[in-house]
T-cell receptor, first 113, second 113 residues
Framework: DGGITQSPKYLFRKEGQNVTLSCEQN?????MYWYRQDPGQGLRLIYY???????QKGDIAEGYSVSREKKESFPLTVTSAQKNPTAFYLC????????????FGDGTRLSIL | GENVEQHPSTLSVQEGDSAVIKCTYS??????FPWYKQELGKGPQLIID?????GEKKDQRIAVTLNKTAKHFSLHITETQPEDSAVYFC????????????FGRGTSLIVHP
């Protein structure tokens, strides 16, 4: 079955560490997105990529970085500059560039030790 | 930018009752309004959407209505079942630019057997 795979499901980070969240899709979708979800809040966009080797900042990009070297992969790095990284992170994709997110992964929950 | 308000934040109903979730948006340029269902520990799933040239759309027990003049749209679930229990998110997407949706804060629907 086609879909989005996020790994790991749970991740723990020590203060001052960078961590990378994996997102892989086998849907052959052009666009991919990273969202952050906090309790009682909607989804906030971190970064998105409409095409390989190109990505754009979302509303809360500070302290995060991404790459899009392959169509199927869009990893997110949470850097030590992100002062409040504890959250649920969701990766999404859409068939075409300029389309809305249609498929979401099951998320990675990041916690600070 | 776009601002989406969603109410109520929590909705508790008895099995078989109807449930209504309402959203308002601020940007009159928005023309696509998806609804997502998120079950515990999972990513959101697109369940229904509506475009600005349509006033109502139905899919079995769920329906969405849109009032462009008043800038509000609603999700209606009839004959609710316990498996409808989840968090529901609305979103509004502009017609130009990045086509990135702005999400509401979510409604936790609880259906009591």
């Amino acid at each position: 079955d086609g879909g989005i795979t996020q790994s790991p499901k749970y991740l723990f980070r020590k203060e001052g560490q960078n961590v990378t969240l994996s997102c892989e899709q086998n849907l052959n979708h052009d666009a991919m997105y990273w969202y952050r979800q906090d309790p009682g809040q909607g989804l906030r966009l971190i970064y998105y990529s409409q095409i390989v080797n190109d990505f754009q900042k979302g509303d809360i990009a500070e302290g995060y970085s991404v790459s899009r070297e392959k169509k199927e992969s869009f990893p997110l790095t949470v850097t030590s500059a992100q002062k409040n990284p504890t959250a649920f992170y969701l990766c999404a994709s859409s068939i075409y560039r300029g389309d809305q997110p249609q498929h979401f992964g099951d998320g990675t929950r990041l916690s600070i030790l | 930018g776009e601002n989406v308000e969603q109410h109520p934040s929590t909705l508790s109903v008895q099995e078989g009752d109807s449930a209504v979730i309402k959203c308002t948006y601020s940007d009159s340029a928005s023309n696509y309004f998806p609804w997502y269902k998120q079950e515990l520990g999972k990513g959101p799933q697109l369940i229904i959407d509506i475009r600005s040239n349509v006033g109502e759309k139905k899919d079995q027990r769920i329906a969405v209505t849109l009032n462009k003049t008043a800038k509000h749209f609603s999700l209606h679930i009839t004959e609710t079942q316990p498996e409808d229990s989840a968090v529901y998110f609305c979103a509004a997407t502009p017609s130009g630019g990045s086509y990135i949706p702005t999400f509401g804060r979510g409604t936790s629907l609880i259906v009591h057997p």
